[in-house]
Every structure is written in C-alpha cells, then in structure tokens.
C-alpha cells in the first residue's frame, strides 16, 4: 500500500515528458540520441507546463519560482538555438510566449483560440521539435502517431476544467480510445489492440489507486502510442 502514493505522482509528473516522447522515439529510427540536448528539452517542456499550471501569469506579483522557471527555460532556449537552428529557437520561444500570456488572452474572451493555439504547439510543434533534435531533418508520417494523442494533451492542457466536468472526460476517454484504435489498426495492424487495454487499466487504477482517472488515461494512452512507435 505504501507504493500507491509513489506511483501516482509517478504517474502525473511523468506526463510532461511523455507529451514529446514520440518524437524522441520516432527520432530514434533515424540516429542516435543526442542527451545533452533531449534532456534540456525534457526540463523546458516541463517548467513550461508547471508554468501554465501557474495562476499568476505576469498579472499582478509574479512569483521568484516562476521567474527562475523562465529564466531557465530562456537559457535553454538559447543554447538549442545557438547548436540547432534559429527557426527552432523561434518557435519555442513563441510557445514561451503564448504560455505567458495565458490571462491576456481570457481577459479578451479569447480563451478558446490560445487552447486551441497551445494544443498545436503542445502535439505538433513540440514532437517536431524532439524529432529534430535528434534526426535533424522534419518527417512527415510523424503526424500518423500523433492524432490519438489530441485528445489526452488537450485534457492535460486543461486539466482543471476536464477534471470538474467528469461526464465530458468520461465521453472523450471513450471516444479517443476508440477512435484511435479505428485509426491506428490502418498503420500498425492487430498490434492497435493494445490501445483498447487503456480503458480497463484506466479503471482499475482509479478505483484501486485513488487516483483520478483523467491521469491514468493520459499515461496510458501515451504509454500504448509509444509502444506502437517503436514496433
């Protein structure tokens, strides 16, 4: 019993870097990894994220922690620009951007425009750009692997609002789960069976576990695409 509490935050802080695993695994079949620069991307997907979460934005008082987050971030920046390419160091530096101003957007009513704006950065931008790091090219039968993975970074994204709304999460569990399996059965065969496993696991952590749901469909869904990616 004294695992349960160790696996769960497992389990929540272990999603920031698997948002950008599979560009990192699909990078894999083409070179080697490079972790030097893999690892401090690992580190700016995740303070960016804990800065999302944030609730102070730059509106008001900021807080130390959050200005140590971007500072560190900023740095990466840099140095991914400096050993990579200027285009790189400009899109992450527009995603810091649009993290940052998360609140301008709400106080403009355009709330629905930065989600929709971040899930693109958060499924496309950044899963390139852990595939350049590594192969230094742009592929294009990433996007294959990615479109079952919509649905969970937009429920991580906005995981105060799915976790309130549980009939709405429950719906969109289902319908990813089997929607992704429709769509993956075309690339990787019987294997896509797998993901059906995600629904069961999902339900079995959270009564066992006491864990909301949302955090094992994530990892698990996640957990099963990467898994695909490989074979």
Do not use: C
Not at 71 to 97: A, P
Not at 136 to 146: D, S, T
Not at 190 to 216: G, R, S
Request: hydrophobic share 60%; charged share 10%.
């Amino acid at each position: 019993m004294d695992a349960i509490p160790f696996i769960n935050q497992f389990i929540k802080f272990s999603i920031p870097t698997l948002t950008i695993l599979p560009g990192i695994l699909f990078g894999l079949k083409y070179a080697s990894l490079n972790i030097l620069s893999v690892l401090l991307f690992f580190i700016f997907v995740s303070l960016s994220y804990s800065i999302h979460r944030s609730k102070d934005n730059f509106l008001g008082d900021v807080p130390t922690s959050l200005i140590l987050k971007t500072i560190i971030n900023v740095v990466i920046l840099v140095f991914l620009s400096i050993n990579y390419s200027l285009f790189l160091g400009i899109n992450l530096l527009l995603y810091m951007i649009l993290i940052n101003v998360r609140k301008i957007f709400e106080y403009h009513n355009l709330k629905l425009l930065h989600v929709m704006l971040l899930l693109f950065f958060h499924v496309v931008i950044l899963n390139l750009i852990s595939f350049y790091l590594i192969a230094r090219f742009i592929p294009n039968n990433l996007f294959v692997y990615l479109m079952p993975l919509i649905i969970p970074i937009l429920m991580y994204q906005e995981l105060d609002y799915f976790k309130n709304d549980i009939q709405l999460s429950s719906i969109l569990v289902f319908l990813n789960v089997g929607l992704s399996f429709i769509f993956m059965i075309f690339v990787t065969n019987f294997w896509a069976l797998i993901i059906a496993l995600t629904v069961p696991l999902t339900l079995y952590m959270k009564k066992h576990f006491k864990i909301h749901f949302i955090y094992p469909f994530i990892f698990f869904m996640f957990f099963f695409q990467l898994i695909l990616i490989v074979l």
